[in-house]
């Protein structure tokens, strides 16, 4: 609703998701059925809801048996989100994807069907860094620049964000983006 009331028309949910801190760490559908039932309140204000899979610190890797346990949570977590009926995509980069899920000769498939968005804060507005993986051979959107300050500059060109100033955000890029 704040986003709407300062002028911000395209607004997504992210969900940051986090297979070791909670306590459905065994129920993915849980954590899909408890996130949707959080976004009642504000049911039809978002476009799309973005699963988040990525920092070691969460998701544990590296080891086999753990990475199987990884896949058969996210695909848990798929199937619960696509059972709500709403717009999803995964936000996640090569790195840890490589981590989470892949066997060696045996990459696991994410669910190409969503778009996806990744990490890359080299400060560019392009995907010349995308490095295909799990299935994805583009991406839709790309996270440039982490942690930024909404300053004089961008409000000049963004003066509807006039309320946001001195707000640190992500900044993204997408060649579908207004310019």
Avoid at 127 to 136: D, V
């Amino acid at each position: 609703k704040n986003a709407r009331a300062v002028g911000f028309t395209n607004i997504d949910v992210y969900l940051f998701t986090c297979r070791n801190c909670t306590r459905l760490k065994n129920r993915p559908e849980k954590v899909i059925e408890g996130t949707i039932a959080n976004l009642m309140p504000v049911d039809g204000l978002y476009n799309r809801l973005w699963l988040d899979v990525e920092q070691q610190k969460y998701w544990d890797g590296g080891d086999v048996s753990i990475k199987k346990i990884n896949r058969k949570y996210l695909n848990g977590l798929v199937t619960a989100a696509r059972a709500t009926g709403r717009k999803w995509g995964m936000y996640a980069n090569t790195a840890n994807w490589v981590w989470f899920f892949d066997f060696v000769n045996d990459p696991f498939i994410g669910p190409t069907d969503w778009p996806l968005w990744y990490p890359n804060y080299d400060n560019q507005q392009n995907f010349g860094s995308y490095e295909a993986f799990g299935g994805w051979t583009a991406p839709l959107i790309k996270q440039f620049m982490k942690d930024e300050t909404v300053d004089r500059k961008t409000l000049k060109k963004h003066p509807e964000w006039k309320k946001c100033r001195n707000v640190r955000v992500d900044l993204n890029w997408s060649p579908s983006f207004p310019k």
